[in-house]
């Protein structure tokens, strides 16, 4: 059975630093894209970041672009998010999720990320 | 960007009805398009992907429609187990982009 399941979330504040991590099982990890997707409160989903199955590529949205660096250990069967000077409207929750093509087959249950002074 | 529209935002319906939700993209994305179920406290499902294709494990009542920029994802026989949100995802390019989801609701 696959399963997806992020940790690293919690209270930052404006301008610091935080990295989440997503532990993958039940697949082979190193054969699929991984990404995150993020959802503010009340909002729809938003595409994050994206990472091949080397780690070679990374592809991201303008909102986090220089901010954000998404990564993956294939050892560890983990992906790994580094967010770096967040914003109020970073708050949201962040899904792992595993890529089919371009779309997503699976999701984990989120974590929460509430950035605020 | 390719800015997908979803509508409607809300719908109501009683068990047994059909329904349909359109999404729209803002220029040709051919049929790369996929359709999510999201339900409180659940992972996120996908249903549909390349516009009309079902994914294992995805009720037959379920089906999906539409190329270019026009998509319709429909639901006939409702069960009360589908009373959720929906969303439309396109896959053409960069930046992968989301619709805004409609909430279907128990009428």
């Known amino acids: 059975e696959v399963q997806l399941v992020e940790s690293g979330g919690g209270l930052v504040q404006p301008g610091r630093s935080l990295k989440l991590s997503c532990a993958a099982s039940?697949?082979?990890?190193?054969?699929?894209?991984m990404a995150w997707v993020r959802q503010a409160p009340k909002k729809g989903l938003e595409w994050v970041a994206t990472i091949s199955t080397s780690g070679s590529r990374t592809y991201y949205p303008d909102s986090v672009k220089g901010r954000f660096t998404i990564s993956r250990d294939n050892a560890k069967s983990s992906l790994y998010l580094q967010m770096n000077s967040l914003k109020s409207e970073d708050t949201a929750t962040y899904y792992c999720a595993r890529h089919k093509d371009w779309y997503f087959d699976f999701w984990g249950p989120g974590t929460m990320v509430t950035v605020s002074s | 960007d390719v800015q997908m529209t979803q509508s409607p935002s809300y719908l109501a319906a009683s068990p047994g009805e059909s329904v349909s939700i359109s999404c729209k993209a803002s220029k040709s994305i051919s049929t790369y398009l996929a359709w999510y179920q999201e339900k409180p406290g659940k992972a996120n499902k996908l249903l549909i992907y390349s516009g009309s294709t079902l994914q294992s494990g995805t009720p037959s009542r379920f089906s999906g429609s539409g190329s270019g920029t026009d998509f319709t994802l429909t639901i006939r026989s409702l069960e009360p187990e589908d009373f959720t949100v929906y969303y439309c995802?396109?896959?053409?390019?960069?930046?992968?982009?989301f619709g805004s989801g409609t909430k279907l609701e128990i009428k």
């Open positions: 039940g697949f082979t990890f190193s054969n699929y894209y």
């Open positions: 995802q396109h896959y053409n390019e960069y930046p992968l982009t």
